[in-house]
């Protein structure tokens, strides 16, 4: 994949309740999903079975909604595309989280033939987050089918205007869309005006640069239930500027789990940025050339602010 220079930015804060105790679900599931998420067999991922990869006819481009030169890379957002055979998302709707409960779906998001397709269209390699931000699930279910809705409730959002706090998320979709309406994705150009992107279909999956661009869901209307999986992403190359911040997952998290994942995987990256320094530091000492003042002031300038930024995401 070809490498691509954004010029520096500063992202936008991300807004979002400040609390320490993870938000709970309101209602139990209705017993119709439980008992339709029951399997005869469980199944290992398998990318040549469980794949139906077809790229997205759109990939929208932040020079396109006026963000040139924003973000981590000139990808927006896509137009959904397929992703999951229906046999693959019947082995997700049947357990969904945590590695020793969804061997499936951890497999599936950190098996490489994905995580190519998704690296892909995004136009920049990645990686999930955290593993604990592998397939977070919004379900919502409605208490009779509609299908019948009034054009002016074509625009009522599910979620507030937000940015999200990970650099790129993709979208899963994983109940059948069958006479439902709406359900786009609203993006907010740099002109102020509102871009929709079509809402994805059963095994099809939108990735979108959501860390710096402003959107939300729009209401979902018709169907039975809709259960969509969110996984987030960040730059696999360390070298990439990581403005990933807490700030909409801490208040829906078990803060320590998350906390431990975080400092982790912040301390990695800052590991593997000084190594690939110091080898630098001895090549050009075997090269005899003179030290450089300027330059490691810079690069250490530039960690000392990732350090402040992994610190303040800590709040006790």
Request: net charge neutral; with cysteine.
């Amino acid at each position: 994949m070809s490498t691509t220079t954004v010029a520096p930015t500063i992202a936008h804060t991300v807004v979002g309740p400040v609390r320490l105790t993870g938000a709970r679900p309101t209602n139990k599931l209705p017993q119709f999903l439980i008992d339709e998420a029951q399997i005869e067999e469980k199944q290992s991922f398998d990318p040549n079975r469980h794949m139906n990869y077809q790229p997205p006819s759109k990939i929208y481009t932040m020079k396109e909604i006026g963000l040139e030169g924003q973000g981590i890379s000139p990808n927006a957002v896509t137009a959904p595309f397929q992703l999951f055979t229906e046999e693959a998302i019947k082995q997700m709707r049947a357990r969904y989280s945590a590695r020793r409960r969804a061997p499936f779906i951890c497999d599936a998001w950190r098996s490489p033939e994905v995580l190519a397709k998704i690296s892909e269209v995004a136009g920049i390699e990645l990686i999930p987050s955290m593993n604990y931000e592998i397939a977070a699930i919004n379900i919502s279910v409605n208490d009779q089918t509609t299908t019948v809705m009034k054009a002016e409730d074509d625009n009522l959002p599910a979620f507030a205007w937000h940015r999200d706090s990970y650099p790129f998320v993709c979208v899963t979709m994983l109940s059948d869309c069958t006479g439902m309406v709406g359900g786009e994705t609203a993006l907010k150009t740099a002109s102020g005006e509102i871009m929709k992107v079509r809402g994805p279909a059963m095994g099809t999956a939108v990735v979108m640069q959501g860390r710096y661009i402003e959107h939300q869901a729009l209401k979902a209307f018709g169907g039975r239930e809709r259960i969509s999986m969110i996984t987030s992403f960040r730059a696999k190359s360390p070298h990439v500027r990581d403005e990933t911040v807490l700030t909409g997952v801490r208040p829906i998290s078990n803060v320590l789990e998350l906390y431990r994942e975080w400092s982790e995987y912040r301390l990695k990256v800052l590991e593997e940025r000084i190594r690939a320094e110091l080898e630098n530091e001895r090549q050009q000492q075997l090269g005899q050339r003179p030290f450089n003042v300027s330059d490691m002031k810079r690069f250490l300038i530039q960690q000392r602010e990732f350090l402040d930024a992994t610190i303040a995401e800590l709040i006790q």
